[in-house]
């Protein structure tokens, strides 16, 4: 069964900084395209940036210039470096793993960005 489970989550000031990371386990293949989704209150979950295996990334537009997707290689551990953070970005934040007509999601961890 495969399992994803983010950490990072947190509290921070504008224009401050947090790392998520995410770790899945119980794959026995390497996931095409891992990603992350965030959701905030009352709005839909939309795509914050994506990474194949290949190392091809996709941000949304809000996020441009200020998070960086990375991933190791070979492996199903996937990060998330979010940099000048503002009150927008506040919402819980998701891991995504899809494979060949499969998908996983992670818990989610929450991220608040105030003052």
């Known amino acids: 069964q495969v399992q994803l489970v983010e950490s990072g989550g947190g509290l921070v000031q504008p224009g401050g900084s947090l790392r998520l990371s995410c770790v899945a386990s119980?794959?026995?293949?390497?996931?095409?395209?891992m990603g992350w989704y965030r959701q905030a209150p009352g709005k839909q979950r939309e795509l914050v940036a994506s990474i194949t295996s290949g190392g091809i990334t996709n941000y949304a537009d809000s996020v441009k210039g200020r998070f960086t997707i990375s991933r190791e290689n070979g492996k199903n551990v996937v990060g998330l470096q979010m940099n000048s953070l503002k009150p927008e970005d506040t919402a819980v934040y998701y891991c995504?793993?899809?494979?060949?007509?499969?998908?996983?999601w992670g818990q989610g961890t929450q991220v608040t960005v105030s003052s």
């Open positions: 119980g794959s026995m293949f390497i996931m095409a395209v």
């Open positions: 995504n793993g899809r494979h060949f007509g499969f998908e996983y």
